[in-house]
Each structure stands twice: as C-alpha cells, then as structure tokens.
C-alpha cells in the first residue's frame, strides 16, 4: 500500500516534556511510511482544546503524568459520543511502571497503552494503528447491538400489538354475540306479539290486548337504545358528535328519568333517593346527553343491586364552575382487578357462557365518550358486597372551560350569562336578555313548567 497517496493521519501528540513529544513524533514517522499532521499540546487544557477544533485527530498519543491534571483527568474529560465511547481513540504513552496502570487506562476508555522505557518505532505506530481499528470495531458492535436492541423493542412490541389485536378480535367477537342476542330477544317479543293481536287471537277488548301492545313499545323503545347506543359511539369515536346546550333544572331532570325507570325500580323492590345540593343552579348543557348518561348509570345500578337494594342519585357544585353528578348503588361491588375494565367498549364484567344480565357492553364507555367529549371526566369506586358509586364531574356550563382556555372572552361572557337569558311568559311568549348575543338558536330554550313571574324569580335566584 502507497501510505504517500493517502490522507495524512493527523496525531495529537500531549506531553509536558518537549523531548518526549519530539521522540513520539520520531517513532511514528520511522516506524511507517505513512505521512502523519502532528499537533502538540503541553497540558491538558491545551489538549482539550484542540480537542474541540475541527477537523479532530485520527488518534492522541498521551502522557498521564501532565501537571495540570489528574492520571485520568483528561481521558474523563475527552468529548464522548452517544454510547459513551470517545470520539478520538487514545494510545496512552507514560514513564510510570505502575502495576495495574495499564489496564486502569484502557477502564477509563482508552484503547492502548505504551510505555515510554521501551518505545520503539514500531510499537507505537501498531499502537496508534491498533487504536484506530479498535475504536471502529467497537463502535461497529455498538452500532450493531442498538439494531439489535431496535429490533427485539420492534418485536416486543409487534408481540404486544397482536395480542392487542387478537384481544380485539376476541372482544369483538363476544360483542357481535351480546349483540345479536340482545337484538333478537325483543325482535321475537315484537314479532311474537305482533303475530298474536294480528291473527286476531287476542280480542281488542281484551286486557291482554293492551297488555301486548305494551310488551311490543317496550321492546322497541329497547331496541332503539341499542341502536342509538352503537350510532352514537361511532359518532364521539369519529369527533363528529354534536351538543345542544341549553338551561335546565337538574332535579327535574333526575325526576324524570326516575319516573321513566319507575317500574325497574318496583320490579326490584328498589328504593331510589335524590339528593340535589339547592344551591347548584341551573346548568347550561345538552340535556338529552345528560339523560343519556344518568340513564346508563342508574341502568347499571339497577342491573347489578339486589332486591331490596337502595340506589341514591346525589349532586352538588364543585366551585362556581363545575358539579359532581353520583349514582351509588348496595349492588355487589366490583373487584379490584375488574376496575381497569369498566368504561371500556365492548368489555363487560358479566360476560362469557356464565352472563346473568342483559346488556351489550357499550353504556358506561359511551358514557365516559360522551362526558370527555364535554370537558368532562368520570369514575368509580366500589366495594365488592357493598356497592359502588359512579360519578362524573361537568361544567355547569356547557364549553365554558373551554373558553377560558382559549382566551374567547366574548364566548365565555356569552356562556355565563346563557342561563338567564331565555324566559318563557306562561303565554307562548319567549323573550330573552341581549347581553352578549345569548345563545344560538340550538342552544336556546325555556322553562315551560314556570309563568312568567316564576321565571323571572328563578332568573334573580340564578345570580342576577
């Protein structure tokens, strides 16, 4: 090989004896033919120095023994890369016969050691040319074991995304089973009994008559909710899901989905108690989602509490912004491992060949979709043998948050003054305040069940 076509080898000579650089700088050019660039530095500052200056040295040839230094202090101190392996590779040149110094050297990185009572030419030219090859092959197996850490990560984690699909597929299979079941059961009661009144077996003045048409309502209100149930996932999953809010009474709202699960609660002999803290005021938010949500709550209270159980539904305000909405049960509790399960989509606690009630898995995570959708949270604890108690946590006014966050200060005043703004006279007239614009058209509404004196009362008690 003609060393006089290559590039020069640029050596960083660093001792404090002017000698001992030159007698270096000797062995190297007669022990090769190679063309070397030698630098030289007397301390360890000076070494470090030309250290960080561009182009860096193919190799340093360095005297422990420096007297602004520690034997380390400048191996420690050399510029390092990412896997903590210099950047320069090191031929460690010193007059101490130290036992052990040797290998000490090569811990603390460097990748030869040469001492200077038998310097000759050609030790330490194979010394630097050793170093060099040294430093490359080690970063070589470096390089080489991150890719094979890079793909035993990549592999664990394909390990863990088919699991997950295999998970999902799993879930989804059971899903589509709870599914048909629940649709088929009040698809043959509606059919059932439609074929019944429309052969004419049952008389039209017969109490069973009514009686049929009954079960028929029922069951199709029932399929409706599944149905709703899955549209309505779909629709927060996809972010295109809308809310119309407007003000309302929330006991009124407690109220009325208690009479709608009246005859559940007879069923079961279950006691049902409100509690609605008298200073929340009127909330501004979609009262149909709200519905929603209390519905599979108190549904799920029903479902899983025994008879002769008690189901209390509470509420009150959390500062001036927010309130806290709980549904607690004396229904079996849930254990602890189960909790990571609940509001998730098509998991539920009761499922598998053993499953005693009804359902498709779909409430409680349309639940948490439809209040994390609002700005909202919700959540559990639960004592299994004593029950549970769900809650959720909402604005009292519906994107006011939201507002605040953004800095929309129009927004939020129109927001705040919403609950106010709408009043119904108890004679078809709707009038409202011109604040701040008051609320769009989906999101206004009135309190029918007032004349217009009692909403005006209400409006003042709502802090005007």
């Known amino acids: 090989m003609n060393h006089q076509t290559q590039e020069p080898m640029r ?19 007669r022990g090769s033919g190679r063309v070397y660039q030698f630098s030289e530095a007397a301390s360890a500052e000076e070494a470090l120095h030309l250290c960080s200056q561009w182009p860096l040295p193919h190799c340093i040839v360095l005297d422990l023994g420096l007297p602004d230094s520690d034997d380390f202090d400048v191996l420690i101190r050399l510029p390092r890369d990412e896997d903590n392996l210099l950047r320069i590779p090191v031929v460690v040149l010193t007059a101490s016969v130290e036992i052990g110094l040797s290998q000490a050297a090569l811990r603390a990185g460097a990748q030869d050691y040469v001492g200077k009572a038998w310097l000759l030419p050609e030790t330490l030219t194979q010394a630097v040319e050793n170093a060099i090859e040294r430093l490359r092959m080690t970063r070589s197996l470096e390089a080489q074991r ?28 059971q899903f589509l089973a709870n599914m048909s079941h629940e649709l088929r059961t009040p698809l043959a009661a509606v059919i059932g009994f439609s074929d019944l009144l429309l052969t004419g077996q049952v008389p039209p003045d017969s109490p069973k008559h009514r009686l049929f048409l009954g079960h028929i ?44 699960l009246a005859t559940e609660f007879q069923l079961k002999q279950l006691r049902v108690a409100t509690d ?29 509490t025994p008879a002769g159980g008690l189901i209390t539904v509470r509420a009150h305000a959390l500062g001036a912004r927010h309130f806290r909405l709980e549904v607690e049960d004396t229904g079996v ?11 998730t989509a098509y998991q539920q606690l009761d499922a598998g060949s053993t499953k005693r009630h009804q359902g498709t898995g779909l409430g409680l995570a349309l639940t948490r979709r439809l209040v994390m959708a609002q700005g909202g949270s919700v959540g559990v604890r639960s004592t299994p043998g004593r029950g549970s108690v769900f809650h959720l946590v909402l ?60 909403n005006k009362q209400c409006a003042d008690q709502k802090g005007t």
């Open 395 to 454: 604005n009292q006014i519906h994107g006011a948050d939201a507002a605040r966050e953004s800095g929309d200060e129009e927004r939020l005043a129109a927001s705040m003054d919403a609950r106010l703004l709408v009043m119904h006279d108890g004679h078809g007239n709707l009038t409202h305040r011109a604040g701040h614009g008051g609320l769009p058209a989906a999101g206004r509404s009135s309190f029918p069940n007032l004349d217009g004196e009692a």
């Open 276 to 304: 609605i803290e008298s200073t929340l005021g009127a909330l501004v938010l979609d009262p149909l989602r709200l519905r929603q949500v209390l519905y599979n709550y108190l549904s799920n209270a029903i479902k899983f």
């Open 146 to 173: 991150r890719l094979a850490d890079t793909a035993r990560q990549q592999a664990l984690q394909l390990e863990a995304e088919n699991r997950q699909i295999q998970e999902a597929t799993r879930l989804k299979s």
């Open 11 to 29: 050596v960083l000579i660093v001792d404090d004896n002017p000698l001992d650089r030159a007698d270096a700088k000797a062995a190297l050019i």
């Open 333 to 343: 509790g849930i254990a602890v491992p189960d909790m990571a399960r609940l509001f």
């Open 217 to 260: 309502g029922t069951s199709g209100r029932h399929l409706l909710r599944l149905v709703n149930d899955v549209l309505d996932l779909s629709k927060v999953e996809s972010g295109k899901f809308e809310f119309f809010p407007e003000p309302f009474d929330l006991a009124d709202l407690v109220k009325g989905i208690n009479d709608v």
